[in-house]
Every structure is written in C-alpha cells, then in structure tokens.
C-alpha cells in the first residue's frame, strides 16, 4: 500500500531547495552594463535598466550570503509576505479578549469531509482546496457541507504541465496564443519529457504555485468533473480485497480542455503572517501576531492552509516518531526543521494542555511546548468514519493538534472567491495575462524611489474589463492600479487615457483582486495597459516600491544541476519554460521627475547576459499583473427623447438625454450652415476658432473621478457656442460600430419658436412631424422648403473625423419629410418646414452625436 513515506518527503525538500538553489547561486556581477544586443532598443532607459539590475543582483546577493549563514531555505525567498512582525510593521496585536477560547468551523458545519490524498504526495493541493471549500461554504452562507467537493487533481496535474494550444484553441486569446509552451515540464532519469503521474503528481506545491493556478481561471471545478482516481478505476484493495484508495497505474492525466474552466474566480489569496519567525542566525522566536492573524482568517469564516514538518512514515504509523504522540494526536515540532507536509487549520483550543504532547519520558529527545493552546487541523490522511476513496483510520477521525508554539510553521494562506459566479465554470470570463509559469517563489525587489509594473494586453473582441489584480509581498501594502486605453502606436503603457483607476491598501501580502469603480469598454484589437505601483512603509519610516519577478530552472539549468550534482539524478525532475515578449511587460521608474519605462524583455536579456559563466540556466516570467472582463456586446444607444434647447442670441445651449451611454462615448459638435449669411461667417474662421465654437471631443465622463464611464440616466451636457448667432438647431445622435448611417432619437427645438419632434435622421434628411411648443403659439406656416443644395466644402479643417456619406435616395416613410439634404460635412441639416419656419431664419445646425471611441484600425 502506497502512502506518505518518510523518503518523499525527504525528497520534497531536497527538490525544493534545489530548485531555490539554482536560482540563488547563479552568479551575477553587480552593476554589469548592458548587453550590447539590448543596449540598442532601450538607449534613452539605459540608467532605468542599470538600476534593475543593480537591484536585482543585491536582492540576489543578500539571499546567498543570508543561505550561507544560516541554511535555511526560506533565506533563499524574497517574497516577505509571511514574515513575522509586530505591532510597528503590520498588524497591531490584538487583546485576547478579542478571540473566544476555542473555536471550531466543523460546528457551524463550513468544513468538507477529510479526504485520502494516496497514492500522491498532493498534500499541498488538498490543503489548499480544503481551505478553499471551508471559505466558499462560509461565505455562501450555507448550512452544510455534504455534497460540495471541489477537485485536487485539477490544481495538482495543471500546476505541473506547461499551456497547450490544446487549452486555448485555435481561436484562443492573443495573450494566450504569446504564451503557448509555458510552464513546467516534468521529465524522467533521463531528462525526457514525461507525463507519468509518477513524476508529475510528485512535485510538491507552495502558496506562490497554487496562487498562480488558481488566479489565473485554472480551477476549482467540482471533484465530479476531474475526480481523483485514475481513468480506470484501478484500485489498491486491502487483505480482504477491500478498496482503501485508487492505484498509481492507469491514467491520471487531466484533459487540457478543461485547463481553463473554474467554477468561480479567486478574489484574494492572503499569506498570513507565522507564528514561527527564525531570525538571522536560525533561531526560533515566538511572534503571537501570527497566531492572531489565523485565528482572526477562521473567525472568518476562512480555514487556513499551512505547511510544517510531519515525521509520520504513513497514515496511522509512526516510524520512530519524534514530533507527534499518537496516543493524543498532538504535534509539536520543537527545533527549527524543513517543512514537509501541507494541512488546514479550522480551529483553535487555547486551553489544550501542554502534557498532550510528547516528552523526554516517551521519545528521547522530546521537548514539550512552552505553553497550552493548539490548532484544530484536518489532515488529507483519510479518516475512520469516511466512506471510499477516504476511508482510513488515521488521528481522531482524520484531524489532530499542532501546537501554537510548532517551530516549523510556515507558508500560511487563505483564500477568498468571488461566489457570485459560483457554477458559471467560467464561461463569462475573460482574463488577459501572461504570466503561466507557476514559481515556487516570487523574488521581490524593492526600490527606494517610485517604480511600477505594468503589462499591455490586447483586446480579443469587444470587452469590458471589470477587475484587474496584482501580487504583493509585504503586509500592509498600498496599491495604486491604473489602466489605459493606448493609442494607436503607443510604445509605452501610459501613452493613452487613464480610463480607470483605484487604490487599496491590503493587510496582507498575497493575491490580489480589485475591481474598477467603473467597467472599461475595450474595442477588439485594442492595447490597453494596467499599471500597478506598490507601495510600503519600511521600519525606518521610509517608502519602498516593490515589484516582483517570477523565476526558476529552465532545461539548462535542470541539465546542469544535474551534471554538477549527480545524486538528483531522478530527484529533480521538472524544469520550467517562461517567455517574455517584446511590448508584454514593462518596468516603470521614476527619478528626478521623469519617468522611464523599460521592456521586461530587454531586463531579462540583460539579466541573462550578465551571468559571468555565460550559462543561461534561469527563465523568467512576465509580471504577475492581469485583467478580468467580460464579453460586451453592441450596445443599444440612446432610445429615450433627447432635448436641446436655447432661446434667441444665447451663448451656449444644454442637451439632456435619458438612456443608455456606453463607456468611451464621445461628444462631437458639428457646424454647418444653410444660409448664405452664416456660411460667410464660418468661412471666416480658422480652424482654431471653429474648435472653440464647437467643443469637439467631448467625453462622457463620471462628474466625481472625471473618467468615462457607463452611463445610465439623465445626462445633461452645456456646450458654449462661444459665437450669438440666431436661429441654431440641436441634434444628438449616435453611431453603433458597423453602422455607416447614425439614427438620431430626440426632440430638436429651434430658435425657441417651435418644436420638432424628430424620429429618425438620417445623413440625407429628417423625419418626424412639427409640433407647436406650449406655451408659445405656433408660428404662421412658412412656404414647402425644398432640399437644399450641397454647399462648398469648407476651406477650413471639418471638425468630424467620419467620412463623407455619398448621397443615396430616401426610402419611402409615413412620417412627412421635414427635409432630405446632402452635404460635405455628412451632416443632416434639420431644417424644418412648416410650424418650424425654420427655412426663412438665418441659421445654422449644430450636430451632438454619440459615438465609441474606436481605434483607426476598427473604423476602417
């Protein structure tokens, strides 16, 4: 029977640090200068670029000399997110009274049933999902458990094979499409690539890993749709032919179409501070605002994912136990050691008595904890009342105590999800991103003067982008998120408009999601950027902006490891692949009041040409920064009665419209003129002078944040004329994308003497019926206009963009033609006969019309 052996999880941890070994070890000079095949393309950034590489090789210095002198592994991570601090970095501690003295989620019924996770070390994927399942029920507000059961196999096989145009399709996202081929490959003695469940189900997870899945709309879905077992049904039965769990023979493989299916989207990933800070010199300190951070995460609602050292040998045995007694199921491990084993914590015993734990007298060497209290912990070990695959006796009923004062706790996180999309598989969803290379760690760089990351992605159709995320390392870290809509050309990630932005601060380190104040229309094959600037207050009262950048072995390094150390000849079998493309990802910094940015692909090339052996043994990721939207189709414009109104020889006129404005409408206000005198007067004007006549580009925009929005409701526009002419006429109309014609919806009130109703316009004429306003008579009727000729183009610039409409005939209607005219302009000019008498005034007509802002390439 295969189980949890001792020998794995001293495999694990090998593999792990060989892993953080690799990366930390490898040589940097610092402050070498560009690479001369970079130096070209990012001239007028060069000192930006020197400085991240001067960072980036002091980051990775600190960490080989903190290794050397303590060899512990967690030196070699620079993600602090998970260090312990006090109450003048961070969380400020709480009084005791803030916390019951127990506590327990399994009474309010917000914990799953244990499960089995054999024959596969996936303890990291099944303390995960457990957290996961506990979070989801509490925040559902449900009263029970049974039934609800997300999948471990789907986060434990896709975290370990790297993305297929298989996931993606032929069709798939251009994000996607850049990124195919990236990720972890596992491989065999031999270094071929293999997808033997025996290696790929082997590998061990951290929080940074299962982050990285789960953020990124891989998973959770349902244990029905990817089960833990093998495609077989092969089982591993008992002495009485019994099954006890499913075989590691068969197929374990999951299907690459259901990469990208989750059943709701992650919100937040919180890695919590522990309760176990080892200092400098590898020694243990007790920091009780770790054991606060996790009792205030369950009093949430939220269990706890937590790695420590186990020394069990296999479910329900101990092999020489030295940390845990098995009569009472309590665990202290009492000098600093490795971590081994994953679990959830979904409770807490203030009072569970120290004589519980093991001493001297039962195990030689067994140093009981300094004082009571123990978490309450649910194993993936199987448990004595469950039913198969997770029937086992192990613990007390497959959950057991670890004390408070455990010196190997580490790794703690938690996870909040969006419930609102709970079953939606994802369908709706659309995440733009590049970063599909799950790091053990993230290696963070903090820099004393401001920087950002940011990413620019490509629109696959239209969409609005409703959330963005990012990753932090640091409790208490402000986040500023801006996103840009770029302009054609752009060459960096602020060459566009601001359209949305937002700013949190997040007690915790970890992942994060936010969503906009607003949603932002983004048209198909459009640029838009996110730009995230992180900010921290360092002990010394100073500011840092810290960024991260994900790393691991590629297959250089895998085959050098191998070759300088041939004892992890079939130990360490995977190696990673990250791709970094030109214009993907960019770093931003600022000094002296300039702002550089630098393409993330040009610091990579950098990174790796500084290595001194010449040896590219590292690959690198894109920043961990994404975007979150959902498909938005043509909307439906204005339906309701538009208004424009002024009264004789005023200076501005104000439109009021009731609907529907989708965000990025712009207002344009266009002039024409039907009579002789007011052409005169046009053609006097520069260009200059007619843009401030008519106020062109306009954009709708929230009155408080000042950025477009989504509009719903009365809307009230004033445009100053600037010029008294007498006798103007207001239109306001919209343009659906792929709609040559513009259809106006509105009343159009003229000269303050009359009221015309219009229902449709066209660019050649208009339709509706005149109606005489209260409480002014209706004026004499004035002679049957007849269509005006074309007049001249104007010699000046026109203020509208669109193209000339060519004159075609006007269909037939019910409604009594008020006036068909064609003009340069592509203009409808609104002159009304009858009660209107528009056409004996002297006027001109101003045009407000509605349209998306559409980059050249989609208005063509």
């Given at each position: 029977m295969k189980t949890q052996p001792l020998p794995l999880v001293t495999r694990l941890a090998r593999v792990s640090l060989a892993f953080l070994l690799a990366f930390a070890l490898a040589p940097l000079a610092p402050g070498v200068a560009l690479a001369d095949s970079a130096a070209a393309d990012t001239a007028d950034n060069s000192a930006a670029a020197d400085h991240f590489l001067r960072m980036f090789n002091e980051v990775n210095a600190e960490m080989r000399q903190k290794y050397h002198g303590t060899g512990n592994v967690a030196d070699l991570l620079t993600n602090r997110a998970s260090d312990g601090f006090d109450a003048t970095n961070g969380i400020a501690p709480m009084s005791q009274?803030?916390?019951?003295?127990?506590?327990?989620?399994?009474?309010?019924?917000?914990?799953?049933?244990?499960?089995?996770?054999?024959?596969?070390?996936?303890?990291?994927?099944?303390?995960?999902?457990?957290?996961?399942?506990?979070?989801?029920?509490?925040?559902?507000?449900?009263s029970t458990s049974k039934g609800f059961d997300l999948s471990e196999l789907h986060l434990g096989w896709l975290a370990y094979t790297p993305l297929s145009q298989e996931a993606i399709g032929d069709t798939g996202s251009t994000n996607f499409q850049s990124q195919v081929g990236e990720g972890y490959y596992t491989v065999d003695a031999d270094g071929n690539h293999s997808l033997d469940p025996n290696i790929v189900l082997e590998q061990g997870g951290s929080p940074p890993t299962i982050t990285s899945v789960l953020s990124s709309g891989i998973g959770p879905v349902p244990e029905s749709l990817v089960p833990y077992r093998n495609k077989e049904g092969i089982t591993v039965n008992d002495g009485a032919g019994t099954p006890v769990y499913y075989s590691p023979d068969g197929d374990w493989s999951v299907d690459e179409s259901l990469r990208f299916t989750s059943a709701l989207q992650l919100e937040e990933a919180s890695l919590l501070p522990s309760s176990a800070v080892i200092d400098d010199e590898n020694k243990y300190h007790f920091n009780y605002a770790g054991v606060e951070a996790i009792k205030s995460e369950v009093l949430q609602g939220r269990a706890v994912s937590v790695n420590f050292c186990a020394d069990q040998s296999m479910p329900g045995v101990a092999v020489d136990p030295k940390y845990i007694n098995t009569d009472t199921w309590a665990h202290y491990t009492y000098e600093v050691v490795p971590i081994t084993h994953a679990v959830t914590i979904v409770g807490w015993d203030d009072d569970y008595a120290v004589d519980?734990?093991?001493?001297?007298?039962?195990?030689?060497?067994?140093v009981p904890p300094p004082g009571p209290g123990a978490w309450i912990v649910k194993n993936s070990w199987g448990a004595q009342s469950g039913t198969f695959p997770n029937k086992f006796d192990w613990g007390e009923d497959g959950y057991f105590y670890l004390s408070y004062y455990d010196q190997s706790i580490n790794n703690i996180e938690t996870f909040n999800y969006d419930t609102t999309t709970l079953g939606d598989q994802g369908d709706y969803r659309i995440i733009d991103q590049y970063d599909f290379m799950p790091s053990p760690s993230s290696m963070t760089l903090p820099n004393p003067t401001p920087a950002s990351m940011a990413n620019v992605f490509t629109a696959d159709e239209r969409q609005a982008v409703t959330s963005v995320s990012c990753e932090t390392s640091y409790p208490d870290t402000k986040v500023t998120y801006e996103m840009y809509v770029l302009d054609d050309g752009a060459t960096e990630p602020r060459d566009g408009t601001l359209a949305a932005t937002a700013t949190e601060t997040y007690e915790y380190g970890g992942y994060h999601l936010v969503h906009l104040p607003q949603s932002v229309i983004v048209e198909k094959g459009q640029k838009y950027s996110v730009v995230v600037t992180e900010e921290v207050v360092a002990p010394s009262g100073q500011i840092i902006y810290s960024s991260q950048i994900d790393s691991s072995i590629n297959r250089l390094g895998w085959e050098k490891l191998i070759r300088d150390q041939p004892e992890l000849k079939g130990l360490l079998t995977k190696y990673a692949l990250g791709i970094v493309n030109r214009e993907e990802s960019f770093w931003l910094l600022t000094e002296d009041g300039e702002e550089s940015a630098v393409d993330l692909f040009d610091l990579v090339a950098d990174i790796k040409a500084s290595n001194p052996d010449g040896e590219d043994t590292i690959d690198y990721d894109n920043f961990p920064i994404k975007a979150y939207a959902e498909p938005a189709p043509e909307p439906e414009y204005v339906k309701e009665s538009v208004s424009a109104a002024f009264g004789e020889g005023a200076d501005a006129v104000t439109v009021t419209a009731v609907g529907e404005f989708p965000e990025g409408t712009e207002v344009e206000l266009l002039l024409a003129a039907v009579d002789k005198e007011t052409a005169n007067a046009l053609a006097k004007l520069d260009g200059t002078g007619k843009k401030q006549i008519l106020a062109l580009d306009v954009a709708l925009s929230d009155k408080n944040t000042q950025k477009p929005v989504d509009f719903k409701g009365a809307l009230t526009l004033t445009f100053d004329i600037g010029t008294r002419y007498e006798g103007w006429a207001v239109n306001v109309a919209h343009q659906p994308v792929g709609v040559e014609g513009e259809t106006f919806r509105g009343i159009v009130v003229a000269d303050g003497k009359a009221v015309v109703k219009v229902d449709s316009l066209s660019p050649f004429g208009v339709y509706g019926e005149a109606q005489a306003p209260a409480p002014e008579p209706a004026p004499a009727p004035a002679p049957e206009p007849k269509p005006n000729p074309t007049p001249a183009p104007s010699p000046t610039p026109t203020p509208s963009p669109a193209p000339s409409p060519t004159p075609a005939s006007v269909k037939s209607t019910k409604k009594t033609p008020l006036a068909a005219t064609g003009d340069p302009l592509g203009l409808a000019l609104a002159v009304a006969g009858g009660a209107a008498a528009l056409s004996a005034c002297a006027c001109a007509v101003v045009v407000v019309r509605m349209r998306r802002r559409r980059s050249k390439e989609n208005a063509e």
């Open positions: 009274d803030a916390f019951p003295a127990s506590y327990d989620l399994r009474d309010l019924d917000k914990v799953t049933p244990v499960k089995f996770q054999n024959p596969w070390g996936t303890c990291w994927s099944f303390g995960a999902i457990a957290a996961s399942e506990t979070s989801i029920l509490s925040e559902l507000g449900g519980n734990f093991l001493t001297s007298e039962q195990v030689e060497g067994a």
